[in-house]
């Protein structure tokens, strides 16, 4: 039985691959393609999703491309403290999200940090650099997320920016909602949910 190139390609570690590249040339007979070493994983990753159409303030830098696109859907969690006029005041601890393919399919996870695992176990944070109002007053505001630091060697290793776009709910509850109006004690905690698409870029391609 032949076995396919496809599958020899994937089972033949790379050195055996020159050589054997070599030995197809001297005898005439293709050789099976050598995988690129100069590509990038992530762009080996990419989709093909173009660019949002989004307001000037968090635009990425020009050159950078969307890598991936995914659609969170998850809890903002607030916890309430009191703020600098001494009344209550809702501060936002974490956001707690599944991050979704087109499909549906749990991807990875959005935590504190900001910062977005994949299933592959790649991970990026970030911090806000940008934010404008959402359409919607009752949805928090879309953001440009300028990544800090990375883990992992998959798809979210080479991350430039995040973009938080398309948002529906989330915003905190109102601050009189820090006391419970049957008991009157402070409510610690309250987790709103909420809806985004998060893009995410890296640098173009030389």
């Known amino acids: 039985m032949t076995t396919p190139t496809s599958v020899l390609l994937r089972a033949t570690p790379l050195p055996s691959l020159l050589a054997w590249a070599g030995l197809a040339h001297a005898q005439g007979v293709p050789a099976p393609a050598v995988p690129d070493a100069a ?44 703020g600098t006029d001494g009344k209550p005041q809702w501060t936002l601890k974490a956001p707690q999200a599944d991050l979704l ?9 959005h935590s504190a940090g900001p910062s977005w695992q994949h299933r592959d176990g790649s991970t990026v944070n970030g911090k806000a650099t940008a934010h404008v109002d959402a359409p919607d007053r009752d949805s928090i505001p879309w953001l440009l997320i300028a990544a800090t630091s990375h883990s992992g060697r998959g798809v979210l290793a080479s991350v430039t920016s995040v973009q938080r776009i398309n948002t529906h709910g989330g915003q905190p509850p109102a601050p009189s909602g820090c006391t419970s109006s049957g008991t009157g004690r402070r409510v610690r ?6 809806r985004a698409d998060y893009y ?7």
């Open 101 to 109: 393919d087109d499909q549906g399919a749990v991807i990875g996870h």
């Open 189 to 194: 905690e309250a987790r709103v949910p909420y």
């Open 200 to 206: 995410f870029y890296v640098a173009g391609a030389n």
């Open 39 to 82: 590509k990038s994983l992530a762009f080996a990753h990419a989709q093909v999703v173009d660019a949002p159409e989004v307001p000037d303030a968090i635009k990425v830098q020009p050159g950078e491309k969307v890598l991936l696109r995914a659609r969170a859907s998850g809890v903002q969690i607030y916890v309430c403290g009191t």
